[in-house]
């Protein structure tokens, strides 16, 4: 017998530390290879960390909650020296399709140093209920936290299993990102610490040093958040953007009637009866069309050792902004403009469940081009976005409300909203920008445009 360190390992994001979220197994238990052992956060997604050993968990090394460096030791195992072959090569998963499980899920380690996908456990097959429902435990969670009864759920699985998007579509959410339909969130993944009121808390907000009060009630009126995992991440980007690149807002308001119009028929076709279509698909495909005449929109600065250069780039990974449980997200639909509306409308589909359920890749986090960010769904009219890193442009949608509005000389009750968009000045000009949310404006207000 003999004992082995496991240390955190990169999973292939070039990343120097992560949070422990939760483990899952406690000393004593046995292990085989490529079982799961814990959950950890990173800047970009939750990642399933499988055991590189088969035998017995001896020490748990670091705390769930505590953030560690990589390199660092987690957690040790006893094993029989003859079984256990070590590590084998880290191999990250690409993420398989929404029925299977979404997301990336860390595998490898196997015998012979070969990388292996992660063995399915008992607990992920399929089970069927006392009523005769097939479903994933996974699926039956997030029709729980969705308020879905499975037994009124009609399935398309394989052998009449239920899948997510089953139950979403179910849901018959009221938009793609409301966060009244956001599930319940599960054990609390950063602590709040109580700060007690004292001379630096005072100096902080500008008020001059003294004693702190005999009474203790103080104690309960400030709290401090760690700042780390994702939204460590969002504010870096966040500073970095806002800092490097001169951003300039330009907005309209429209009248987005007919796309409310076309968002109906939709629905009620039956080519569209296993997708959840809202009018954040018109906007995409707007987006989508407007960039494709105005290809600086969706271009990139790009530094130098010579200066600087500008990348444009004939193709669209869309990014759509997303608030999810684990903070905000921006994941991309790549090659965006190669997809017809119904692909493009299962595909934001497939953006949204992964999101809400945390298991968005950083694969899917990478290499957007242009973004939406669809503030609307929050009641806000418009907004002055910042642009994401790396691209020239975001657009944000405001909520489709019914105000008066003037037609053909009357006024009239119309869908209205507010298509706003900031850009990289460095990167395109007042007019370019004007001109492009003048295009994604046109297609709101007259969808037949997109027809070619």
């Known amino acids: 017998m003999s004992t082995q360190n496991f240390n955190l390992p990169d999973v292939g994001e070039g990343l120097t530390e992560a949070e422990i979220v939760a483990w899952k197994v406690a000393p004593g238990d046995t292990v085989a290879i490529n079982d799961v052992i814990c959950e950890i956060e990173t800047a970009k997604s939750l990642v399933e960390l499988p055991s590189p050993h088969a035998g017995v968990v001896g020490e748990l090394l670091a705390a769930e909650g505590a953030t560690v460096e990589v390199g660092s030791p987690i957690i040790t195992f006893v094993t029989d020296a003859r079984d256990d072959a070590g590590p084998g090569v880290i191999a990250t998963a690409e993420a398989p399709a929404p029925e299977e499980g979404g997301g990336s899920v860390l595998v490898g380690y196997g015998t012979g140093g070969g990388a292996t996908s992660r063995r399915k456990r008992p607990a992920e097959r399929p089970v069927r209920s006392s009523v005769g429902v097939i479903a994933k435990p996974p699926i039956r969670k997030l029709a729980r936290d969705l308020g879905v009864d499975l037994t009124t759920v009609t399935p398309t699985g394989a052998d009449g299993e239920v899948t997510r998007d089953d139950v979403m579509t179910h849901a018959s959410q009221a938009s793609v990102f409301r966060n009244i339909e956001t599930p319940e969130w599960g054990a609390v993944r950063e602590e709040t610490v109580p700060a007690p009121q004292n001379a630096a808390a005072g100096l902080a907000r500008g008020l001059s040093p003294a004693p702190a009060p005999a009474s203790s009630q103080s104690d309960d009126r400030t709290e401090s958040i760690p700042v780390k995992g994702v939204r460590k991440a969002t504010s870096s980007a966040m500073v970095q953007s806002a800092y490097s690149a001169p951003h300039v807002t330009v907005w309209k308001e429209i009248d987005a009637s007919r796309t409310m119009e076309l968002v109906k028929r939709l629905k009620a076709s039956p080519d569209y009866a296993d997708i959840r279509v809202s009018p954040l698909l018109i906007m995409a495909r707007a987006v989508i069309w407007a960039a494709r005449r105005t290809p600086m929109v969706n271009a990139a600065w790009i530094e130098t050792e010579g200066g600087a250069e500008i990348a444009v ?134 969808p037949a445009l997109l027809v070619e």
């Open 313 to 446: 780039r004939h193709y669209v990974n869309l990014g759509i902004a997303a608030a999810t449980p684990r903070g905000l997200l921006v994941p991309n639909i790549k090659d965006a403009q190669d997809l017809s509306m119904k692909d493009l409308a299962r595909a934001l589909n497939r953006l949204t469940l992964t999101a809400r359920e945390g298991k968005t890749s950083p694969a899917d986090q990478q290499g957007g081009t242009i973004t939406i960010t669809n503030i609307g769904v929050f009641g806000m009219d418009a907004g002055t976005p910042i642009i994401n890193p790396g691209e020239a442009g975001i657009v944000a949608m405001g909520t489709i409300s019914q105000k008066p509005w003037v037609v053909d000389g009357e006024v009239r009750p119309r869908w209205v909203t507010t298509v706003a968009g900031s850009f990289d000045h460095r990167v395109i000009d007042g007019d370019g920008m004007s001109r492009f949310i003048a295009d994604v404006a046109s297609v709101l207000e007259e």
